[in-house]
Every structure is written in structure tokens, then in C-alpha cells.
């Protein structure tokens, strides 16, 4: 990396969106850093990280907007000049107009500024979209609309072009991952202290290109005044609650997940969901079943135990056995009274569950069985699966995640392209890295089988919820094609125990080593 540019662990930081990023500039300001100090500084380091790149033989084209992004493109472009770049400048408005410190970041420019017109982006090899960043209140009006579709056409015929967003890319709402009217496409965005749920959630998430977060020189302990809840899923947060086998390892310590199998006609999804959970580090997993179904559990399982139960007194007795810790419900369940039945038995004794897939539908329409919800019970709905279980509730899928889990109090893994773990305390994390590849038959049955299998250690339900979606994630994008769901036990058992080796894809993003990219 560049002299002067300070990156920040991002994964390890919490997501700050705009209205708390804008408390936090205010903050270091009564800390006694001015406004104009932290553009500055965040100009600066934009500057330095694109020289990372060859100088280009045409200027650089940086677009600045009408509030403080814009004032870190003025920034930039002098910064670019200084180290000898060829730079042009172009503003949304008129520079007269610029208001405080973006109209100070302005007066340092010396060169001439020309007028965005949809015309501007032609031939440029590179260009920093400093338009609009966690300011963007509205869906781009169409002066902006028109040079932000000209970037991306640009990008789209010459793909080798790069597109620096500063911040986030202009037309991504900070908070959300909206897109407001258009989006810059930027191959490289460059974001200040930490980084903004926008840059994580879909589908903001496709607009953003590599993802660096640098330090302004904000005290990260002012982060911590504000009591964010909202963080990036990595192992930053819950990879040293894991637990870890060593010589006085036994595997009763390591829990004892029981999985409620399907029917004879539908028996695969349960038993993908006990190969995970026995594969990413449960100490013992049964799947329950009736007589009917043994013989292909029996005939298809060999770590996993079988056992037998044919009546709901059976699967009572079962359940009362106090070494199984935590219990797992829905994959091939059926929507059924019977699964019904053995819902409510899961629900009224106390201690951990995951409800996923049948168990979420039979849960919809059994509002009895609500009220025995708590922070222990997993519930791991997609969106088709969220809505039927939570008609009434609207807003962002980050929103609508927290509502529910407080409204059930339950733990929610609101499952997508960006999954969303929240709890009824009010934390929360977004995934935002996962591979397509997931989007495949059965593998929600494995990340059941994956937080099952971790819960039933001696983990909470937010760290088993995160580090099963995290590690499902990581363990497909070990596939660079044809991954079943089949696959994924294995993987992301491969991807745990990369943990600890070396640097995982993930975990790179946490490590102050940074590789500049082409
Ligand atoms: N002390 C600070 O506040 C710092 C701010 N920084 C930069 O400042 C940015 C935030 O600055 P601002 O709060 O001024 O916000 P922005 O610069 O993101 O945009 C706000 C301006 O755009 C206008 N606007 C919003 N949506 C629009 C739309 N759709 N069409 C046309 N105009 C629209 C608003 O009326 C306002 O004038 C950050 O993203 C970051 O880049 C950095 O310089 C670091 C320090
Ligand atoms: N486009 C995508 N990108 C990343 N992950 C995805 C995508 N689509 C689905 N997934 C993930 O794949 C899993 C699918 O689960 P689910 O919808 O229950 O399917 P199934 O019932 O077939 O197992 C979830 O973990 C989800 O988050
Ligand atoms: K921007």
C-alpha cells in the first residue's frame, strides 16, 4: 500500500450508516478535528490508493457533486496534480454555489473545472465518482442520472476502465444497498472508518467493486459511543468463540444435536442438515425417525445415529433426554399435525432449536406456538418463508429482520444473496460475500445442519447463526463450479479449520496486508 494510506480492518469495525456516520463526524469535530481536516484526509488517501495504478496517459476525470463528496473530489484532484497525474475536474453545480468545507476543499483547486454533461466521461481511463455519498437523500435528478448511466456505459465498452467511488458509489442508498434512480458501477470503492451497510447489501453490494476502508485519523473508540448493533458478518465477529478440540477432548463436550428426519418420501434434506451439523464440529448427531423411514436413514447414515420414534410419547420421552442440546426441525418435515406436534414439544422444553423450511410454514399458522419463542430458537426463513411468518411487517430486509426478531424474540437468519442474522437484543450482521453458487437445491438444508451442528456446542445463537451462514458461504466459493449442496458439509468444515491456519479470502479483509489490485 501506498505511504500515507492507514487501511482499516473493516470486518472488525460495525457498520455505520449515514445518519450515525454523520454523528461520528461531529464527534471528532468536538474532539477538536475540523470537517475540512477529515476531507483532507480522506482526499489524500483516495488519491494515494489510485496511484497504485499507472499513471494514465489521458487525465483522470473526477466528478464532484454538491456537498462534502464532492468536497473530497476537489481534494482529490489536487492531491492527483500534486504527485504529477493529469487530472480534469468536472462539477455538478456551479463552484460558486459550493457551500462550507466542500467550498473550502474547492478553493484549493487551481485548475480549470469544467460542467458535467452527459458528454464528460468520454476517454477516461479513470474516474472517481465523488458526486453523492451517505448524503443521497433522493433518487438521483437527471443531470446526475445522465452522467452516472454515461460512467457506466463507458465501463461497459472498455472494461478496463477504473471507476473510484469515493465513499460509496453515488446513487447507492448508505443505509439500504438501494439503488436511487442509477448507481455508478465502480470497480474500486474507497470508504472512510468504517464501512456503511450500503456497501454490504444487495443491490448496492454488485455496484461497489473492491471494497477498502481507510483510517482519517477518527478515534475508533468514538465508534464505540455511538453503541452501534449492526456489524459485517466475519469470523471478526465470533471466530474465537468456537470452540476448539485438543487432547482432553471428549465428544460429549462438543454437544449433541438431534434432527427431527422427514418421511420416507423426503428424507434427503434432513439428512444433508445432520451431515453438516456433524461435520462442522457437533460431538454427536442423531436424526429421529419413524420405523417407516429407518431403513433409508439406517442404509444412508453411518456417523450419524438413528432413533426410533413412531408416536408423539415416543418422541416425548426422546426429547427429554437432557444430553441432546440443541434440536433441529423442518428440513422435509412436512406441513403436517405432526410436525406440528413435535414443534410444540421442541418449543415447550427449554433450551436451543433451529427452525427451518416446514417448521417455519407449520410456525405461520400456529399462532399458539409463538408465544414459546425465545433467543434460543433459530428461525432461518428465506424471504417467501419471512413474509408468511411476518405478513405485517415492511421495511429494509435489515429492518424487517430486527422487527421480527424482536417481535418473535427469536434469533432470525433472514436468508438471501445477503443474509441477515438479528437477534431480540437488537444486534445484528449482514453477510455480505456469498457466492451465487448458493442458490441451489438443498442448501438451506445444509445451513440448517451448519448452525445446528455449531449451536449445539457451547456457542450463543448469534455466534452459531453467523458463523454457520459465514462459514456456508466461505465453503462454497471454495467450488469454482458445479457446487451441490452435497458439497458444502465438507467445505465449510474445510473453511473452519482454515480459520486458524492461513488467511481465508475473508479473513484478508481483517489483516493489515493488503495486495493493491490490478
Ligand atoms: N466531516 C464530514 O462530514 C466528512 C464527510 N466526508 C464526505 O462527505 C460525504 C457526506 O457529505 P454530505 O453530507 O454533504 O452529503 P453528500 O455529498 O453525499 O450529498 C449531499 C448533497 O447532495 C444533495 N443531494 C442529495 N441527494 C441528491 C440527489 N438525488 N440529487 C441531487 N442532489 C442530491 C443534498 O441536498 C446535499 O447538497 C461523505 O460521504 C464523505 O464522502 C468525508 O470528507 C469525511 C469527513
Ligand atoms: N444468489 C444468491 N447468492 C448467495 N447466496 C444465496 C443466493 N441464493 C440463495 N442463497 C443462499 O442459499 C441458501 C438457500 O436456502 P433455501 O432458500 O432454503 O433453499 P433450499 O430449500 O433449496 O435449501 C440460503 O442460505 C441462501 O442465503
Ligand atoms: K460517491
Known amino acids: 500500500m501506498a505511504p500515507g494510506i492507514r487501511l482499516v480492518a473493516w470486518a472488525k469495525r460495525p457498520l455505520l450508516g449515514a445518519r450515525q456516520s454523520g454523528l461520528l ?9 475540523s470537517g475540512l481536516e477529515l476531507m483532507a484526509s480522506a482526499g489524500a488517501a483516495v488519491a494515494r490508493r489510485i496511484t497504485l495504478h499507472d499513471k494514465p496517459a489521458e487525465p483522470v476525470l473526477v466528478l464532484c457533486g454538491p456537498g462534502n463528496n464532492g468536497g473530497d473530489g476537489w481534494i482529490i484532484a489536487t492531491e492527483l496534480a500534486a504527485l504529477g497525474w493529469p487530472v480534469r475536474v468536472a462539477s455538478l453545480i456551479p463552484p460558486a454555489n459550493l457551500k462550507g468545507d466542500a467550498a473550502a476543499a474547492r478553493a484549493r483547486w487551481t485548475g480549470p473545472v469544467e460542467a458535467i454533461t452527459p458528454e464528460t466521461p468520454k476517454n477516461a481511463s479513470i474516474i472517481v465518482d465523488a458526486l453523492f455519498g451517505v448524503g443521497l437523500n433522493r433518487a438521483l435528478d437527471p443531470a446526475a442520472a445522465s452522467v452516472v448511466d454515461g460512467v457506466n456505459q463507458l465501463r461497459a465498452n472498455r472494461p478496463k476502465t477504473l471507476v473510484y467511488a469515493v465513499d460509496i458509489p453515488s446513487g447507492v442508498d448508505a443505509d439500504t444497498g438501494d439503488i436511487r434512480g442509477t448507481a455508478i458501477k465502480a470497480t474500486h470503492t474507497v470508504s472512510f472508518v468504517t464501512a ?8 448496492g453490494r454488485s455496484n461497489r467493486g473492491h471494497l477498502d476502508v481507510v483510517d482519517i485519523g477518527i478515534d475508533a473508540q468514538l465508534i464505540d459511543r455511538l453503541t452501534p448493533r449492526l456489524f459485517a458478518n466475519s469470523p471478526a465477529l465470533w471466530g474465537s468463540s468456537l470452540p476448539e478440540r485438543g487432547p482432553d477432548s471428549h465428544k460429549y463436550k462438543f454437544g449433541h444435536a438431534l434432527i427431527v428426519g422427514g418421511p420416507a418420501k423426503s428424507t434427503g434434506a434432513s439428512r444433508l442438515a445432520a451431515i453438516a451439523a ?8 442423531s436424526v429421529v425417525t419413524a420405523s417407516s423411514a429407518l431403513p ?17 410419547e415416543e418422541i416425548e420421552e426422546l426429547l427429554n433426554d437432557e444430553r441432546i442440546t440443541v434440536i433441529l426441525i423442518g428440513p422435509g418435515a412436512g406441513i403436517t399435525k405432526a410436525t ?23 410456525l405461520a399458522n400456529a399462532s399458539h406456538l409463538r408465544a414459546l419463542l425465545h433467543a434460543n430458537v ?18 429494509t430486509r435489515i429492518e424487517r429482520a430486527e422487527s421480527a426478531a424482536r417481535e418473535s424474540g427469536a434469533t432470525i437468519v ?7 442474522v438479528a437477534t431480540p437484543d437488537g444486534r445484528s450482521a449482514i453477510m455480505g460475500e456469498a457466492p451465487p453458487s448458493l442458490a441451489t437445491a438443498g442448501t438451506g438444508d445444509v445451513l440448517a445442519g451448519l448452525i445446528t451442528g455449531i449451536f449445539a456446542q457451547n456457542v450463543t445463537a448469534f455466534e452459531a447463526a453467523c458463523a454457520g451462514v459465514w462459514l456456508h458461504a466461505e465453503g462454497a466459493a471454495m467450488h469454482t463450479s458445479g457446487l451441490i449442496a452435497e458439497d458444502l458439509p465438507r467445505s465449510a468444515a474445510l473453511a473452519r479449520g482454515r480459520l486458524h491456519v492461513s488467511p481465508s479470502r475473508h479473513a484478508a479483509v481483517m489483516l493489515p496486508i493488503h495486495q493493491p489490485c490490478a
Open 296 to 312: 433409508i436413514y439406517a442404509s444412508t447414515l453411518t456417523s450419524v445415529m438413528t432413533k426410533i420414534a413412531d408416536s408423539k
Open 340 to 362: 406440528e406436534d413435535t414443534l410444540e414439544l421442541i418449543l415447550r422444553r427449554p433450551g436451543k432449536a433451529v427452525l427451518d423450511a416446514d417448521a417455519l410454514s407449520v
Open 414 to 420: 433472514l436468508k438471501g444473496a445477503d443474509t441477515i
Open 196 to 203: 456503511k451497510p450500503g456497501h454490504l447489501l444487495y443491490p
Open 278 to 285: 456433524l461435520r462442522i464440529g457437533a460431538g454427536l448427531v
Open 25 to 33: 463526524d461531529r464527534q471528532a469535530e468536538a474532539e477538536g478535528i
Open 378 to 395: 433459530v428461525l432461518t426463513p428465506h424471504e417467501g418463508e419471512f413474509k408468511r411468518l411476518f405478513p405485517s411487517i415492511r421495511g
